[in-house]
């Protein structure tokens, strides 16, 4: 996962410079620009960001560290087993005998995630106190372990579905999509980023399993289910606004060490504002950055852009999951189109360019896309990602 420019910006500024106090006291005021924001309750400080610690019970972070163990072995095991592996197809399987081993060795870790997974909260705490790019450190460190644990879930349903076992598939495409919602709730783009990735996972697996057509009428209920009641977009707002909030604690920090920053922060929180009337629209995305003489602004606008880019992505696959499951139960006629699927028409819309998602059916069956970030059919192309969607 590649780090925007903006946290890399800071961090070098932040490093060559001393360390300096650069959060306001509580008898500061605020920046009067920042009172739209404080108004209607938007966080514009790392302070802002805390939030209320929780029972042991609840916290899904907690299961976390009581399988620690388990968790680092697999990440060894699969370093090992895939580390000459060369395509796609002999890292799965890399990852299906790892999947194995483990599963022997540790028969309740999978178990314990998919439970862990149901939490209602993931709260793995960071301490406003630190300067933003120790702040924005902490962030990405808190988010390897939930890595392994994808790898671990999605490992364990490729190995289910080789054994025909597609029920257990499907509740790891579950507590994939459960994991994804916990990452999406976490500060920054960076940790909406690394949601979608599980969630990309989550909607390959939902998609195999149906497309096995071996699915239990309840496990196939509760799979359509969390696909459609799947908050990412909610969760992808709360995102920006946790980016801004860090950019703005960003610049005063900079302030604070007697970096020049004038007019900086009205360009930024004109720009993020901007990016918001973007974002809100049902479909599209952003390439061009608006015209800013702001150099932390501008440094901030492919961190968005790359974040609505994985919105629409996300939109795509899951749109895509919840058309093929109609599909199927409208009786899988390869003349039935998406038009007159009893389906939501947001569920229909492609979220790239705002026409119908495609459905294409062949001789390996029925593939269904978006036209993706080019803007053209090419065909349900889903191996070269110019297309976003799912086939068999």
């Not at 087993?81 to 540790?106: G, N, P």
């Not at 709730?185 to 979608?196: E, G, H, N």
């Not at 390869?334 to 699927?341: P, R, V, W």
């Not at 705002?354 to 191996?383: C, F, R």
């Amino acid at each position: 996962m590649k780090i925007s420019f903006q946290v890399v910006l800071i961090a070098i500024v932040l490093v060559v410079l001393p360390p300096t106090p650069w959060q306001l006291s509580a008898a500061d005021e605020p920046d009067p620009i920042l009172k739209p924001l404080l108004d209607v309750g938007k966080p514009v400080s790392l302070t802002d960001l805390e939030t209320d610690p929780v029972p042991v019970e609840q916290n899904a972070a907690e299961v976390l560290e009581t399988l620690a163990d388990a968790i680092k072995l697999f990440d060894n095991r699969l370093a090992r087993a895939s580390q000459d592996a060369e395509s796609d197809e002999e890292f799965d399987a890399a990852l299906v005998l790892t999947s194995r081993l483990l599963s022997e060795r540790y028969p309740d870790l999978v178990p314990a995630l998919r439970g862990a997974a149901k939490r209602k909260i993931y709260r793995a705490g960071h301490d406003s106190s630190l300067p933003p790019q120790e702040w924005m450190a902490s962030v990405m460190n808190e988010l390897g372990p939930i890595r392994t644990v994808a790898r671990i879930l999605n490992g364990h349903a490729k190995m289910s579905l080789a054994d025909q076992d597609t029920d257990a598939a499907a509740l790891d495409a579950i507590a994939l999509m459960q994991w994804s919602e916990h990452v999406a709730k976490q500060p920054c783009l960076i940790s909406f980023l690394v949601s979608t990735v599980l969630l990309d996972n989550a909607m390959e697996l939902a998609a195999d399993c149906l497309y096995q057509e071996k699915l239990s009428d309840s496990v196939r209920g509760q799979l359509i289910e969390a696909v459609k009641n799947n908050s990412f977009r909610k969760s992808f707002a709360g995102s920006v606004d946790s980016e801004r909030a860090f950019g703005i604690s960003s610049i005063n920090a900079l302030r604070a060490q007697g970096v020049p920053m004038p007019g900086e922060l009205a360009a930024y929180l004109k720009l993020i504002s901007d990016f918001d009337q973007i974002a809100g629209r049902p479909f599209g995305f952003a390439k061009e950055p608006p015209e800013t003489e702001s150099l932390f602004a501008r440094s901030v606008w492919p961190a968005l852009t790359g974040g609505l880019a994985a919105l629409r992505r996300s939109q795509a696959k899951s749109n895509a999951v919840l058309i093929l499951a109609a599909w199927q139960d409208a009786g899988a006629n390869h003349d039935t189109q998406i038009d007159a699927l009893p389906v939501a028409n947001s569920i229909k819309l492609d979220p790239f360019d705002g026409s119908t998602m495609k459905l294409l059916w062949d001789e390996k069956g029925v593939s269904i896309y978006s036209v993706g970030e080019n803007l053209i059919d090419d065909q349900g192309s889903l191996m070269e990602r110019v297309d976003i969607g799912i086939s068999p």
